[in-house]
């Protein structure tokens, strides 16, 4: 519904609101508290100090170890050091800078034909001091009429590999070749 200028004015509403509107239909910005319009608004020209002129910081602050004044664009990078190499790829690692190493890859039990499977896995890395702790799980079953998705378990933690079994829990043997992905977390 557009404003209609003859339509006459409701007493009812109170003077502030009338007054405020008032501006608004002329195309005006209003101070919430003073209904003072755009038009009038303080311009750059009358500050004062260094808000008149401001083209940088008065005083640099820094950011992630950056002097920063605003008078040019910085560059913020990783702390040094966080990432002390990587290989990100389906078998990869990330070691950081604490000396802490993430490993982690994907490989496959064979079909031996009993209920128990095992693979030995190299790391893509050693372990500088020891390999903490090693997971896998099962991405296959151990054969395709059972459908049946071995138990996995880590063996003996060394710091170049360790290995990795598949168990059937003695109901299924191990005829299908069994997708594994596993994690390994060391120093």
Known sequence: MAYDSNSPEDTTVPEKIRENFRALKED?????????????????????????TATKLATAVNI???SFDGS???????EAGY?????????GYQKLSNGLIFQWGSSNLPATGTTVAGKTVTFPIPFPSACLQAYATAAGSV?????????MVCGTLASASTTFSGDSNGTVKFTNTTKFN??????
């Open 28 to 52: 005006k910005i209003i101070a919430a508290n003073t209904a003072t319009t755009a038009d009038s608004a303080t311009t750059a020209e009358s500050c004062t100090g260094n808000a008149a």
């Open 72 to 78: 040019e664009d910085i560059t913020i990078t990783a």
């Open 83 to 91: 990432d002390d190499g990587h290989l990100l790829s389906t078998d």
């Open 64 to 66: 992630n170890g950056v």
């Open 143 to 151: 054969n395709s009429a059972s459908g049946y998705v071995p138990v």
């Open 182 to 187: 596993w994690f390994a977390i060391g120093y």
